[in-house]
């Protein structure tokens, strides 16, 4: 007689054997705890067969997988992750498909997508810096300028770097 033994913790199906005969009574066997003579379903990837309740349920199975929080969360912070290690379904509110972009994916309800707000915030922060390098890279020649000791190539780089700021500013008025 074939039975079908289970994992005491978790009750998942583990393998199969034969039973041994009962030697005290001809024609029966025995039947060790964590088994069952009912045979488990078939199951597909992700999904493990559990005996529950004299039955066997197929319940899913995604252990060892990493999940990703889809809870909004506050600028700057690390978006949770955790590894799953239970049977089960993945837990409301994680998902198992990473974002594209950490900083700047929210999850929309059916998948990851850029956030407007922290696109916008983002560029806004790019912009600034460059428009700092920008006015860094012509402090010599500003302050060649404004000591009466400057030439003609601390004047054109000034105006260089002025025209190369104007495109900036425009593209952050847009924002």
Same mark, same amino acid.
């Given at each position: 007689?074939?039975?079908?033994?289970?994992?005491? %913790?978790?009750?998942?199906?583990?393998?199969?054997?034969?039973?041994?005969?009962?030697?005290?009574?001809?024609?029966?066997?025995?039947?060790?705890?964590?088994? %069952?003579?009912?045979?488990?379903?078939? /199951?597909?990837?992700?999904?493990?067969? /559990?005996?529950?309740?004299?039955?066997?349920? /197929?319940?899913?199975?995604?252990?060892? %997988?990493?999940?990703?929080?889809?809870?909004?969360?506050?600028?700057?912070?690390?978006? *949770?992750?955790?590894?799953?290690?239970?049977?089960?379904?993945?837990? *409301?509110?994680?998902? *198992?498909?990473?974002?594209? *972009?950490? /900083?700047?994916?929210?999850?929309?309800? !059916?998948?990851?997508?850029? +956030?407007?707000?922290?696109?916008?915030?983002?560029?806004?922060?790019?912009?600034?810096?460059?428009?700092?390098?920008?006015?860094?890279?012509?402090?010599?020649?500003?302050?060649?300028?404004?000591?009466?000791? +400057? !030439?003609?190539?601390?004047?054109?780089?000034?105006? %260089?770097?002025?025209?190369?700021?104007?495109?900036?500013?425009?593209?952050?008025?847009?924002?």
């Amino acid at each position: 007689m074939k039975i079908y033994h289970y994992k005491r %913790t978790t009750r998942e199906f583990c393998g199969e054997s034969n039973a041994r005969p009962d030697p005290k009574e001809k024609g029966r066997f025995l039947i060790p705890a964590c088994a %069952t003579t009912i045979a488990p379903p078939t /199951v597909k990837a992700n999904e493990k067969a /559990v005996f529950t309740d004299n039955a066997w349920n /197929v319940v899913e199975d995604h252990r060892g %997988t990493t999940v990703y929080s889809t809870a909004p969360r506050p600028e700057g912070e690390i978006r *949770d992750t955790k590894t799953i290690d239970e049977l089960g379904p993945i837990p *409301d509110g994680w998902v *198992d498909q990473a974002p594209n *972009d950490d /900083v700047m994916d929210e999850w929309n309800g !059916t998948a990851w997508a850029p +956030d407007p707000g922290k696109v916008k915030f983002y560029k806004e922060m790019e912009l600034k810096y460059e428009l700092r390098q920008n006015d860094i890279s012509c402090l010599r020649a500003l302050r060649a300028i404004s000591l009466g000791v +400057d !030439t003609p190539a601390d004047r054109d780089k000034l105006n %260089t770097m002025e025209e190369n700021a104007k495109p900036l500013r425009s593209e952050l008025k847009k924002l």
